[in-house]
């Protein structure tokens, strides 16, 4: 992120640790350094973040298909 070593290992380590928000700027140049998309920063768990990896890297003519078969899919039961 052109921070430096030591710079940038504390700034990473207060965006862990909640200390600090990754500004918007900045969260595009550490999804680029990190090849993922933004959206995968932002997930609100793993398995969410893993499902938008794994649509990221699918070939972009087969994603429509994957979207529309999540999207209709029935939820699991639980219980």
Request: net charge positive.
């Amino acid at each position: 992120m052109g921070l430096g070593k030591d710079k940038g290992s504390s700034r990473i380590n207060r965006y862990e640790h909640q200390v600090t928000a990754v500004g918007f700027d900045n969260l595009q140049k550490l999804a680029e350094i990190l090849e993922v998309p933004v959206a995968y920063l932002l997930a609100e768990t793993p398995a969410m973040a893993n499902a938008i990896l794994a649509l990221s890297r699918m070939p972009e003519d087969k994603r429509p298909e994957v979207v529309k078969r999540l999207l209709t899919a029935q939820p699991a039961k639980s219980g």
